[in-house]
C-alpha cells in the first residue's frame, strides 16, 4: 500500500520561506509523479505543482510558479516543495499524492496534510 507522510508547515510571516517534505513508501518502483495540493479555509483543494520523476520540468501554477519549487532526493524517497516569498494566501493545508499508474499523471492516494499559516 502507497503512503504518503508531509511535514514542514508552520506558522511564519509574509516573506518568509517554508520547505515542505513528502515521504512516500509502499512503491516498488518510482512514482512517475507527485502532486502537491493546497486547500485554502473555505475553498476547495487545488493542484499547485505536477512534479514528473522522469526529469521535465515540473508543472506550477501562475500563482506560485516565481515562488514555489518542487525537488525529490531520489536516495531517500522524499518530494520537497520549497516555498518563498510566502504571502497571506498561501495559508492552507499543503497535500502531496500520487498514484500507482505508470502512465498517467494522476492521484489516488493523499497524504494527511501539514498546515501552513502566513500572517501579514
Known amino acids: 500500500q502507497v503512503h504518503f507522510v508531509e511535514s514542514g508547515g508552520g506558522s511564519v510571516e509574509a516573506g518568509g520561506s517554508l520547505t515542505l517534505s513528502c515521504v512516500a513508501s509502499?512503491?516498488?518502483?518510482?512514482?512517475?509523479?507527485i502532486g502537491w495540493h493546497r486547500q485554502e479555509p473555505g475553498k476547495e483543494r487545488e493542484r499547485i505543482v505536477r512534479?514528473?520523476?522522469?526529469?521535465?520540468?515540473?508543472f506550477y501554477i501562475d500563482s506560485v510558479k516565481d515562488r514555489f519549487t518542487a525537488s525529490e532526493d531520489k536516495a531517500k524517497g522524499i518530494f520537497y516543495l520549497q516555498i518563498n516569498n510566502l504571502k497571506p494566501e498561501d495559508t492552507g493545508m499543503y497535500y502531496c499524492?500520487?498514484?500507482?499508474?505508470?502512465?498517467?499523471?494522476?492521484?489516488?492516494?493523499w497524504g494527511q496534510g501539514t498546515q501552513v499559516t502566513v500572517s501579514s
Open positions: 512534479f514528473y520523476t522522469d526529469g521535465r520540468d515540473p
Open positions: 499524492a500520487g498514484s500507482d499508474r505508470t502512465d498517467l499523471c494522476v492521484f489516488n492516494y
Open positions: 509502499g512503491y516498488t518502483y518510482r512514482p512517475y509523479c
